[in-house]
């Protein structure tokens, strides 16, 4: 077996070893890139036919099945770099998640492609869902050719080769080696070779100067996949820290001597970033309304008044600081606070606004999408602080401190007041500056070998790989901003249950409250594990008072692990069968994400 898939994978190299070595020339590499990209998606349609025929077959070989569809994954890896960047709306029908999605316009997207194969072909192929293969099939060759119409009819800029060159390599840290598209068979650290070899084969169309530098750092991130295939063992740490980060750092290096002409836009992930855990690696304005709107240091001192001010609250009692509290970690410490100027408990549990200007869809049920919309909800909600923003921007305006702070901020001739939106984003701009990348976890991705020991690295390592963790806790922003684009935000649905020891689901049906889908039934955003050793008690109603608890919840499979009838639950249902040491070590590592603000 060990011996065939060998095969299969030298197999799916073939197509990535048709780009220039290092020693040849080109003028024009992009226009090469671009033939390249159009035989290799040649290749991967002519996969998908041989499965599609196997699968049409009266009796189909399992075997043969599995195998075919190896192959076929193998070969997506080839080309998926650019797959992803230059059409991730095709990309999303062949390599992406199985559950629905919902986009802008509230049009959902069915399950398609690779993922949903592979529950039809494992652990055991299913011939209940013969039909249903080969239509994934089909679909799956039809949508190819929007690659190749894509590759061959659309200039590709050499910008854009670098930048999607390195996002594979992030894509690779962050979900890659997680096991996140390939979460039945945990062959991620094979495809990830794939992925790997061929961005070094697309470097080596532009490694001119240095004659082939690259091949050091590529050759023995690519030499560490191949002596480490077992999942479980695998050490995520020391891949990305000594393999992956010179990788990245090199193709930014060059591309700043190559003098390539970059076109910049705003965007999470910064395009400068040379390897995830940079201090700018993150553009805390990425989901601002707009220009006009990006944090400045008078904003700043605005609004870290104003969110300490209870003027905006209904009773002049409560403020944003009231609930999230610094000490705290921007939280209240309790499982839920109560309704303003009552005793009655409020819906939900209050998260930590560290780092919430990193994800771009706020509240748990993802009702708003910017801070300055969820900072106007929370003080006109009657149940949080039954406030009139009109009112008390006329009570602001009285008060000449105030009233020099706006006319600072937010410069403007002749003014007689102050507007809504510049409070909001004032508020928004101190949230916006809550950002913090200066953990113990931080301190050793940048190189330090003392920021943590033996046990909290394997911690790390479980969280990436066994305890499946990072498939939803995305690495490094350990919330469920989706890599390496950063464009959208992920809901779950993992069965909490309304109380302890209860076999009932919690009432709350979350984002199905705002998207009335059925799939979205009790469905939450995925938060941040950061400083999440500061924030208990745990979970949208506040449930579990410690990490403990937490990781017990998710080692049994979730809901549906504790007897909860969920039929969408979208967490695995599988046991971990995490050992207390390894749950020791999880608690760990995650303490490690603490940050010194």
């Not at 599609?52 to 070989?61: F, G, M, T, V």
């Not at 004032?426 to 990348?437: D, E, K, P, T």
Request: proline content about 4%; charged content about 20%; glycine content about 4%.
């Amino acid at each position: 077996m060990k011996k065939f898939f060998l095969i299969v994978g030298l197999t799916a190299f073939a197509s990535a070893y048709t780009f220039l070595s290092c020693s040849q020339k080109t003028n024009h590499p992009e226009k090469e890139i671009a033939q390249t990209l159009v035989k290799q998606v040649d290749d991967f349609i002519n996969d998908c036919k041989q499965l599609q025929l196997e699968a049409e077959k009266p009796n189909p070989d399992e075997k043969k099945l599995q195998t075919l569809f190896f192959k076929a994954r193998l070969g997506y890896k080839n080309f998926e770099w650019a797959a992803e960047y230059f059409e991730p709306a095709t990309s999303r029908f062949i390599n992406g998640p199985p559950v629905e999605e919902v986009d802008l316009s509230m049009q959902v997207f069915k399950p398609a492609g690779l993922q949903v194969i592979e529950a039809f072909l494992f652990p055991k192929s299913d011939p209940t869902k013969k039909t249903a293969l080969i239509n994934e099939m089909k679909k799956m060759q039809s949508n190819c050719n929007k690659y190749k119409a894509h590759f061959k009819g659309i200039d590709i800029l050499d910008w854009q080769v670098f930048d999607a060159a390195k996002l594979e390599v992030f894509r690779i840290e962050t979900l890659g080696i997680t096991g996140f598209d390939d979460p039945l068979t945990l062959r991620s650290i094979n495809e990830s070779t794939v992925a790997l070899k061929s961005i070094e084969h697309v470097m080596a169309y532009y490694d001119k100067k240095y004659e082939c530098s690259f091949d050091k750092h590529f050759n023995a991130a690519s030499n560490y996949l191949t002596s480490n295939t077992n999942f479980n063992t695998f050490n995520r740490a020391e891949f990305i820290r000594t393999y992956c980060n010179p990788v990245t750092t090199d193709i930014t290096n060059l591309e700043l001597t190559l003098k390539i002409n970059t076109i910049r836009y705003n965007r999470l992930l910064n395009q400068d970033a040379k390897t995830l855990f940079d201090s700018n690696t993150f553009n805390i304005n990425a989901y601002s309304p707009n220009q006009s709107s990006y944090v400045t240091t008078k904003k700043i001192v605005l609004g870290k008044l104003l969110f300490a001010d209870p003027t905006f609250s209904g009773t002049g009692t409560r403020s944003c600081k009231s609930c999230h509290q610094p000490e705290k970690a921007f939280t209240d410490g309790l499982a839920k606070n109560t309704v303003i100027n009552s005793k009655e408990i409020l819906a939900r549990n209050t998260p930590t606004l560290i780092n919430a200007a990193l994800q771009p869809s706020q509240f748990y049920d993802m009702r708003v999408n910017t801070l300055e919309d969820q900072s106007i909800n929370v003080i006109q909600n009657a149940l949080e602080m039954h406030g009139s923003m009109k009112f008390s921007v006329q009570k602001l305006w009285k008060d000449s401190n105030y009233k020099q702070l706006f006319i600072a901020a937010f410069p403007k001739p002749n003014r007689t007041g102050i507007d809504t939106l510049e409070v909001m984003n004032a508020i928004g701009s101190y949230v916006r500056s809550l950002v913090f990348f200066n953990s113990r976890f931080d301190d050793y991705m940048r190189g330090n070998n003392n920021a943590m020991n033996a046990d909290e690295i394997s911690g790390f390592n479980l969280f990436m790989g066994k305890a499946k963790c990072a498939t939803c806790h995305y690495m490094p922003l350990f919330n469920g901003t989706f890599p390496p684009r950063y464009i959208k935000t992920e809901a779950e649905v993992i069965g909490i249950p309304k109380a302890l020891n209860d076999t009932e689901i919690d009432s709350d049906l979350g984002r199905y409250a705002i998207v009335k889908v059925a799939s979205f039934k009790h469905a939450f955003k995925t938060p941040t594990m950061r400083n999440v050793s500061r924030t208990a008690p745990y979970m949208h109603n506040g449930i579990y008072d410690s990490l403990q608890q937490v990781i017990d919840f998710y080692n049994k499979g979730g809901g549906v692990g504790l007897g909860i009838n969920i039929e969408n639950q979208t967490l695995s249902f599988d046991r971990l069968n995490l050992t207390e040491k390894e749950s020791k070590d999880l608690i760990a590592f995650i303490k490690t994400l603490n940050s010194k603000y």
